[in-house]
């Protein structure tokens, strides 16, 4: 069996299926990722990758399951899907082409880049109207000296003289059964069957430099809280210049102190006097949008909401429509009266209020919109 349990690397059975792989290997690359875990855990990411690259590919899953690991450079080229291969190829490692074992042939220089992953934080009004948000992200890009070739002045790669190009060597090793012919990728060239005579002074031959760069962000109205989006291309560019993978962005929208959303609406809670729920008042408040108008019916109670129709958020499938802003009303009660105040209280209290030890006791709140603002209303005309 191979040294590193590949298994034990994504933390699952060896009997998982493949989207008890696939879901492990999402989890432990957001773990691992050097732009979220630190530039300490590359290689700890590069291993994650490493595993699912096996476990997830049946043939290589099979080779690794039979105690030969396919990232080794000296094991078997592969297996057939009968789970047994072609015994030429396994052969043809340790004897060359005397049993007809083909090459595995050099490793192209330029290899797709990686995926990344950020966050941004964004405002509740930008989630409600759409807008661009900033990231910063560190994570590999061209070298702005070479464009991503990795040679100085221009140079193009030369064939490696060891391997002939080939990007594997044939040795002789001694065995128990004999001397073997094993195959591995040249020591000079590792592998590519070219060797960069004058390496880029700035990327060393590696076609890309780690960067630090801003990235706009394009937040579509009505988006929803920990959306993740995904920008294609705008990832980590590749060795050699390779295509960049994607960046991913998981949106966080931050607590608003005047709002709070619900769906596709929202809502706030507007403190006012006593005498304005009695007798009603027309008053401005803030939104989005701007100051607006609500009138505050006669005899408001306590929690009774104000609509404001089409002043929510956008609706991410209709932008064009928008849900409503509700607003709560919660009355404020005066704690302290003066003498003129409390007479016409206490006024109040003896006409409308004799009866008042004959209370009424519902397991539910009363739906008699007539209480005690309508009786003071009354009082007061």
């Given at each position: 069996?191979?040294?590193?349990?590949?298994?034990?690397?994504?933390?699952?059975?060896?009997?998982?299926?493949?989207?008890?792989?696939?879901?492990?290997?999402?989890?432990?690359?957001?773990?691992?990722?050097?732009?979220?875990?630190?530039?300490?855990?590359?290689?700890?990411?590069?291993?994650?990758?490493?595993?699912?690259?096996?476990?997830?590919?049946?043939?290589?899953?099979?080779?690794?399951?039979?105690?030969?690991?396919?990232?080794?450079?000296?094991?078997?080229?592969?297996?057939?899907s009968a789970g047994f291969g072609?015994?030429?190829?396994?052969?043809?490692?340790?004897?060359?082409?005397?049993?007809?074992?083909?090459?595995?042939?050099?490793?192209?220089?330029?290899?797709?880049?990686?995926?990344?992953?950020?966050?941004?934080?964004?405002?509740?009004?930008?989630?409600?109207?759409?807008?661009?948000?900033?990231?910063?992200?560190?994570?590999?890009?061209?070298?702005?000296?070479?464009?991503?070739?990795?040679?100085?002045?221009?140079?193009?790669?030369?064939?490696?003289?060891?391997?002939?190009?080939?990007?594997?060597?044939?040795?002789?090793?001694?065995?128990?059964l004999g001397q073997m012919m094993?195959?591995?990728?040249?020591?000079?060239?590792?592998?590519?069957?070219?060797?960069?005579?004058?390496?880029?002074?700035?990327?060393?031959?590696?076609?890309?430099?780690?960067?630090?760069?801003?990235?706009?962000?394009?937040?579509?109205?009505?988006?929803?809280?920990?959306?993740?989006?995904?920008?294609?291309?705008?990832?980590?560019?590749?060795?050699?210049?390779?295509?960049?993978?994607?960046?991913?962005?998981?949106?966080?929208?931050?607590?608003?102190?005047?709002?709070?959303?619900?769906?596709?609406?929202?809502?706030?809670?507007?403190?006012?006097?006593?005498?304005?729920?009695?007798?009603?008042?027309?008053?401005?408040?803030?939104?989005?949008?701007?100051?607006?108008?609500i009138s505050i019916p006669e005899?408001?109670?306590?929690?009774?909401?104000?609509?404001?129709?089409?002043?929510?958020?956008?609706?991410?499938?209709?932008?064009?429509?928008?849900?409503?802003?509700?607003?709560?009303?919660?009355?404020?009660?005066?704690?302290?009266?003066?003498?003129?105040?409390?007479?016409?209280?206490?006024?109040?209290?003896?006409?409308?209020?004799?009866?008042?030890?004959?209370?009424?006791?519902?397991?539910?709140?009363?739906?008699?919109?007539?209480?005690?603002?309508?009786?003071?209303?009354?009082?007061?005309?």
């Amino acid at each position: 069996m191979a040294e590193t349990d590949y298994y034990e690397v994504l933390g699952v059975e060896r009997t998982a299926s493949d989207d008890e792989i696939k879901k492990a290997y999402r989890k432990m690359s957001r773990k691992y990722h050097p732009d979220i875990a630190g530039p300490e855990f590359e290689d700890k990411f590069k291993e994650v990758n490493n595993a699912y690259e096996v476990l997830s590919d049946s043939d290589k899953r099979r080779m690794y399951d039979s105690g030969v690991d396919p990232n080794d450079p000296n094991a078997s080229a592969g297996f057939s899907s009968a789970g047994f291969g072609d015994m030429g190829d396994i052969f043809g490692q340790f004897f060359g082409n005397a049993f007809g074992g083909g090459s595995q042939g050099p490793t192209p220089r330029t290899q797709p880049g990686r995926d990344a992953l950020s966050s941004a934080s964004i405002a509740l009004k930008t989630a409600v109207f759409g807008g661009t948000a900033h990231v910063k992200i560190n994570t590999f890009g061209l070298c702005p000296k070479c464009s991503g070739t990795g040679t100085s002045n221009g140079e193009k790669p030369v064939t490696c003289p060891d391997c002939n190009g080939q990007g594997m060597r044939q040795q002789v090793k001694r065995t128990m059964l004999g001397q073997m012919m094993t195959t591995a990728p040249c020591d000079r060239c590792e592998g590519h069957g070219t060797i960069i005579e004058h390496p880029c002074p700035t990327c060393q031959g590696h076609g890309r430099v780690r960067t630090s760069r801003d990235v706009g962000v394009t937040i579509p109205a009505g988006i929803a809280d920990n959306t993740r989006l995904r920008l294609a291309n705008q990832g980590e560019v590749g060795e050699g210049g390779g295509a960049a993978g994607d960046l991913y962005i998981d949106i966080r929208i931050k607590p608003d102190k005047q709002f709070t959303r619900e769906g596709d609406d929202l809502h706030c809670w507007i403190q006012i006097p006593m005498s304005w729920a009695v007798l009603g008042h027309d008053m401005d408040i803030d939104t989005f949008d701007g100051r607006q108008t609500i009138s505050i019916p006669e005899g408001c109670q306590p929690e009774e909401t104000v609509p404001l129709k089409g002043l929510g958020v956008a609706k991410v499938k209709h932008p064009e429509e928008r849900g409503d802003l509700v607003a709560h009303m919660s009355i404020h009660i005066p704690t302290k009266l003066n003498d003129g105040e409390r007479k016409l209280m206490e006024q109040f209290s003896q006409s409308h209020d004799a009866d008042a030890s004959q209370v009424k006791q519902s397991s539910r709140p009363s739906t008699n919109r007539k209480g005690f603002f309508d009786k003071i209303k009354d009082a007061l005309h």
